[in-house]
């Protein structure tokens, strides 16, 4: 079984504070995705890397930031938090297969900023 | 612009009865679809896919049907069940990196 995991389910912090989320999967996938989940609103595709060390923008990019160092890991960073990035974080991978575009989530983290 | 959208944001069923989730896409050159099921405290998990160049797809339970005329995409599960209750979303991709995801219909199974 795919397994993508993220390193919390639930984090609270304080706005200013530079926040981490890191995201794990052990099935060799090329491709690895950020999105926020808000109600009513859908996914929403922050960023997306095709391989190591690169990445692309997605459709909400601003206030974040991502950092692929190695295959099986993709990091979001929120250099400095604010209340309007409270919300769920999916991380996401897909294999690099053309015609391969299913994805594989991991459980979420529900941040918090107050 | 690009859209992937649901008629139905809440959907309520007696056990035992089929469900229909509707989907309306706008981008006539997504070529792939797929619906996922989200549990509640769970990521979404994929649930059946179709290409356009078919109109019809069946799995355990589960049917997805294709109208590319009315750009139209709707999941029939059979027989509901308890376990069903989740929110469901739709996704389109044109066959690139990006995936467009709907903003989800949740699924009430009654008992």
């Known amino acids: 079984d795919v397994k993508v995991t993220q390193s919390s389910r639930y984090l609270v912090k304080r706005t200013g504070e530079k926040v981490f989320l890191e995201c794990v999967q052990d099935?060799?996938?090329?491709?690895m995705f950020w999105y926020r989940q808000d109600p009513g609103l859908g996914l929403r595709l922050i960023y997306f890397s095709y391989d190591v060390k690169m990445k692309e923008k997605g459709d909400i990019p601003e206030g974040y930031s991502v950092s692929r160092e190695k295959k099986e890991r993709f990091s979001l960073i929120l250099e400095s938090a604010s209340t309007n990035q409270t919300s769920m974080y999916l991380c996401?991978?897909?294999?690099?297969?053309?015609?391969?575009?299913?994805?594989?989530f991991g459980p979420g983290t529900r941040l918090t900023v107050t | 612009g690009e859209s992937v959208g649901l008629h139905l944001p809440t959907l309520s069923v007696q056990e035992g009865d089929n469900s229909i989730i509707n989907c309306a896409y706008s981008?006539?050159?997504?070529?792939?679809f797929i619906w996922y099921k989200q549990e509640s405290g769970k990521g979404p998990q994929f649930i059946i896919d179709?290409?356009?160049?078919?109109d019809k797809r069946q799995g355990q339970r589960v049917t997805v049907l294709l109208n590319k005329t009315v750009k139209h995409l709707s999941l029939q599960i059979a027989a509901t069940q308890p376990g069903d209750s989740a929110v469901y979303f739709c996704?389109?991709?044109?066959?690139?990196?990006?995936?467009?995801f709907g903003a989800g219909t949740r699924l009430f199974v009654k008992a």
């Open positions: 099935m060799d996938h090329e491709n």
């Open positions: 981008n006539s050159a997504s070529d792939y």
């Open positions: 996401a991978s897909s294999p690099g297969t053309r015609g391969s575009y299913e994805q594989y």
């Open positions: 179709i290409r356009s160049n078919m």
């Open positions: 996704a389109e991709n044109t066959g690139g990196f990006k995936t467009i």
